[in-house]
């Protein structure tokens, strides 16, 4: 899972709100998308231009980790520019992604951690959530990381209408030996057995379960925001995890 300094010095940057997904809860692709808060965003033209003046440190803070969304980020044109860039001040970069363009991506080198956004696992139910029949893509994607040693983070949005597809992915990182990070909104309307059964992921091995108020407005939902912004949040998650060895917590 993410280290502490991944949570207590970092930055998180919409590089682009272009996708090549169509996930059915998503603002991206409808016809006005709303703006991310102007401190998580910057455009393609502020972005090469503090990127080409080196000023880009004077726009964004000079922290260890950088963690760039889209969108996807695979997305913007300057993606290997700005990584590179991030790298050679030593800072680390986790990148956000479906994972679609990965194979073509020049600086996956220079990335410290591919959190991969799966939100389904079955072909099918993928291309009716996403729009896009590009699966085994993903699976493609997830076998080049391994073989680059990189290291890999799964994430999934558990929404009410997803919950019966979560056995199934957890089935599949499991097979895969990848750890799995499982985000759920509090603004979803769960049903009680449906908020159980996705808490319950909190006792199996190599999962994670992020409670998060709600998705960064203007970025991709399945980017659990609260959970990169605040320490607090991330310690929440760990002491989740391990609540039933503090039973003062209950
Ligand atoms: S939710 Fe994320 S992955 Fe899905 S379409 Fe929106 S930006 Fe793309």
């Known amino acids: 899972?993410?280290?502490?300094?991944?949570?207590?010095?970092?930055?998180?940057?919409?590089?682009?709100?272009?996708?090549?997904?169509?996930?059915?809860?998503?603002?991206?692709?409808?016809?006005?998308?709303?703006?991310?808060?102007?401190l998580s965003h910057v455009s393609?033209?502020?972005?090469?231009?503090?990127?080409?003046?080196?000023?880009?440190?004077?726009?964004?803070?000079?922290?260890?980790?950088?963690?760039?969304?889209?969108?996807?980020?695979?997305?913007?044109?300057?993606?290997?520019?700005?990584?590179?860039?991030?790298?050679?001040?030593?800072?680390?970069?986790?990148?956000?992604?479906?994972?679609?363009?990965?194979?073509?991506?020049?600086?996956?080198?220079?990335?410290?951690?591919?959190?991969?956004?799966?939100?389904?696992?079955?072909?099918?139910?993928?291309?009716?959530?996403?729009?896009?029949?590009?699966?085994?893509?993903?699976v493609d994607s997830l076998?080049?990381?391994?073989?680059?040693?990189?290291k890999i983070l799964i994430t999934t949005t558990a929404h009410p209408e997803t919950v019966p597809f979560l056995p199934d992915i957890r089935e599949w990182c499991w097979r895969y030996k990848v750890p799995w990070l499982l985000v759920f909104y509090r603004s979803d309307q769960h049903s009680r057995e449906s908020r159980e059964h996705v808490t319950h992921y909190r006792h199996v091995p190599n999962t994670w379960v992020m409670v998060a108020k709600s998705p960064l407005p203007g970025g991709c939902v399945h980017v659990p925001y609260d959970l990169l912004q605040s320490p607090w949040c991330w310690a929440g998650m760990i002491l989740g995890k391990y609540r039933r060895y503090f039973p003062f917590l209950r």
Not at 17 to 25: K, N
Not at 86 to 91: E, K, M, P, S
Not at 143 to 150: I, M, V
Request: proline content about 8%; aromatic content about 12%.
């Open 1 to 38: 899972m993410f280290t502490f300094w991944e949570f207590a010095s970092q930055h998180t940057l919409v590089v682009t709100q272009s996708c090549p997904l169509r996930c059915y809860p998503c603002a991206l692709w409808k016809p006005t998308p709303p703006q991310p808060p102007a």
């Open 44 to 138: 393609p033209e502020r972005l090469s231009a503090v990127l080409r003046d080196h000023s880009f440190f004077n726009l964004f803070p000079n922290v260890r980790t950088y963690h760039l969304m889209g969108g996807d980020p695979l997305e913007s044109g300057l993606l290997d520019l700005l990584i590179t860039y991030l790298a050679a001040h030593r800072v680390r970069v986790v990148l956000w992604t479906t994972g679609m363009r990965l194979a073509t991506m020049a600086s996956l080198a220079h990335v410290y951690r591919v959190v991969l956004i799966v939100p389904a696992v079955d072909r099918d139910l993928y291309r009716e959530y996403t729009g896009w029949d590009g699966f085994e893509m993903v």
């Open 143 to 150: 076998q080049t990381l391994k073989h680059a040693k990189k």
